[in-house]
């Protein structure tokens, strides 16, 4: 070692020739790296530089494993909810009941009118399953029920503006008052099957289409009576009740009446004759809702 005096003492000088030859030396053992001269130590060499892949390997499968809980969690709630609403709303049978087209709809409403020269009233089947309405006239539907619906609110509400006589609440009084005699009559029919114990595959939807055609005819009746007073609202609401008995007859004894239909002709019993009289009440039914929703709107 050297020593260098100066005035305050002495002060050792370590000597860096030792450390530098240490450090370009050829042998190859140098077990650490100086960092003396640069401030700072250079970056861990290896796999660890890549980001931690020991959390990595541990988050990845954690993360797939997440996901696919959630994905099954989420499956198992949309099949719970899809099963729930259809059993109380079924959704696949409403869209049958909504295929439709233009063809189908102008057929339709011309049936309603003018039933009287329709000759065959059976529904098609294909493998034992009904066929669309789009392809079958005498198919019930809910497309023309629901717009008839729509369009009697809308006529009532022209009737009684044109009468001075037209609110907001009235109107909603009005189409209130039509679903709940709608509804009432649905569940009429649907006691009296039960009473009656008749084993038909007439649904509650099918009754609801049967009992939303009237709209068609009371929608007739206002809209001439609007047009041409009163005589015109009781003559064509006349005949569209009329129209309405013939299709309602025609139509459900096929359904209620599905032994005498196979035969051609009444068969004898206190059975067949209950739901004869049910199949006349029934069609007896819709001329009488016809007028009393109606008949307030022409004066």
């Given at each position: 070692?050297?020593?260098?005096?100066?005035?305050?003492?002495?002060?050792?000088?370590?000597?860096?020739r030792?450390?530098?030859?240490?450090?370009?030396?050829?042998?190859?053992?140098?077990?650490?790296?100086?960092?003396?001269?640069?401030?700072?130590?250079?970056?861990?060499?290896?796999?660890?530089?890549?980001?931690?892949?020991?959390?990595?390997?541990l988050?990845?499968?954690?993360?797939?494993l997440?996901?696919?809980?959630?994905?099954?969690?989420?499956?198992?709630?949309?099949?719970?909810?899809?099963?729930?609403?259809d059993?109380?709303i079924?959704?696949?049978?409403l869209?049958?009941y909504?295929?439709?087209?233009?063809?189908?709809?102008?057929?339709?409403?011309?049936?309603?009118?003018?039933?009287?020269?329709?000759?065959?009233?059976?529904?098609?089947?294909?493998?034992?399953?009904?066929?669309?309405?789009?392809?079958?006239?005498?198919?019930?539907?809910?497309?023309?029920?629901?717009?008839?619906?729509?369009?009697?609110?809308?006529?009532?509400?022209?009737?009684?503006?044109?009468?001075n006589?037209?609110?907001?609440?009235?109107?909603?009084?009005?189409?209130?008052?039509?679903?709940?005699?709608?509804?009432?009559?649905?569940?009429?029919?649907?006691?009296?099957?039960?009473?009656?114990?008749?084993?038909?595959?007439?649904?509650?939807?099918?009754?609801?289409?049967?009992?939303?055609?009237?709209?068609?005819?009371?929608?007739?009746?206002?809209?001439?009576?609007?047009?041409?007073?009163?005589?015109?609202?009781?003559?064509?609401?006349?005949?569209?009740?009329?129209?309405?008995?013939?299709?309602?007859?025609?139509?459900?004894?096929?359904?209620?009446?599905?032994?005498?239909?196979?035969?051609?002709?009444?068969?004898?019993?206190?059975?067949?004759?209950?739901?004869?009289?049910?199949?006349?009440?029934?069609?007896?039914?819709?001329?009488?809702?016809?007028?009393?929703?109606?008949?307030?709107?022409?004066?």
């Amino acid at each position: 070692m050297d020593y260098t005096a100066n005035q305050s003492g002495f002060r050792q000088q370590p000597n860096m020739r030792l450390r530098n030859s240490s450090v370009d030396g050829s042998d190859g053992s140098q077990l650490f790296e100086d960092t003396s001269g640069t401030g700072y130590s250079n970056p861990p060499a290896g796999p660890q530089a890549a980001g931690f892949p020991a959390q990595s390997i541990l988050s990845d499968p954690m993360s797939n494993l997440a996901m696919a809980y959630g994905s099954s969690l989420a499956s198992q709630g949309r099949e719970m909810v899809d099963k729930n609403l259809d059993r109380f709303i079924p959704i696949s049978k409403l869209k049958y009941y909504f295929a439709v087209d233009t063809v189908y709809v102008g057929k339709k409403l011309g049936l309603l009118v003018f039933p009287y020269m329709h000759e065959n009233w059976e529904v098609s089947y294909q493998q034992d399953t009904p066929v669309a309405p789009r392809f079958d006239v005498n198919a019930p539907d809910l497309y023309i029920p629901t717009m008839g619906f729509i369009t009697y609110v809308l006529v009532a509400g022209l009737a009684l503006g044109t009468q001075n006589r037209f609110s907001p609440e009235l109107l909603g009084v009005q189409a209130s008052s039509a679903l709940v005699w709608l509804i009432i009559e649905v569940l009429a029919v649907l006691l009296s099957l039960y009473l009656v114990t008749v084993n038909t595959d007439l649904t509650t939807i099918d009754l609801l289409a049967f009992s939303g055609y009237k709209y068609v005819g009371m929608i007739v009746g206002v809209v001439a009576g609007l047009m041409f007073g009163k005589p015109a609202y009781y003559l064509s609401l006349l005949w569209c009740c009329a129209a309405i008995f013939v299709f309602m007859i025609r139509t459900l004894r096929l359904k209620l009446l599905s032994e005498a239909a196979a035969e051609g002709r009444l068969v004898r019993g206190a059975r067949n004759q209950l739901r004869m009289y049910l199949t006349m009440s029934i069609a007896a039914a819709q001329p009488i809702f016809m007028y009393w929703l109606t008949y307030h709107l022409i004066r």
